[in-house]
């Protein structure tokens, strides 16, 4: 069993910045695809940014320029470093690991919002 724990939401104004965190309870070199998606309310669950081991990150449209993803091999750990909020980036965000076979894992989320 996998487990990802997120950490580093919290409130901050438009054009702030915030770094999220998600800690895997292993080895992230065992996840051939890592990343992140968000739910605002109301609203489904959306990709913001995955990254496949070896590939190039797959950023949303909306996030694209403004969000960054890396990862930490040695404390098993993926970021999520987001600059120049805006108020729609509101959502809960939600940490995201592909084991081999084709598993899927989340975390329990994280809130972020961003006031105008």
């Known amino acids: 069993q996998v487990q990802l724990v997120e950490s580093g939401g919290g409130l901050v104004q438009a054009g702030g910045s915030l770094r999220l965190s998600c800690a895997a309870s292993r080895s992230i070199f065992s996840f051939n695809r890592l990343g992140w998606y968000r739910q605002a309310p109301g609203k489904q669950r959306e990709l913001v940014v995955t990254?496949?081991?070896?590939?190039?990150?797959n950023y949303a449209d909306s996030v694209r320029g403004r969000f960054t993803i890396s990862t930490d091999k040695v404390k098993d750990t993926v970021y999520l470093q987001m600059n120049s909020l805006k108020p729609e980036d509101t959502a809960v965000y939600y940490c995201y690991a592909r084991t081999i076979p084709n598993i899927d894992y989340w975390g329990k989320g994280t809130l972020v919002t961003v006031s105008s």
């Open positions: 990254i496949t081991s070896g590939g190039s990150p």
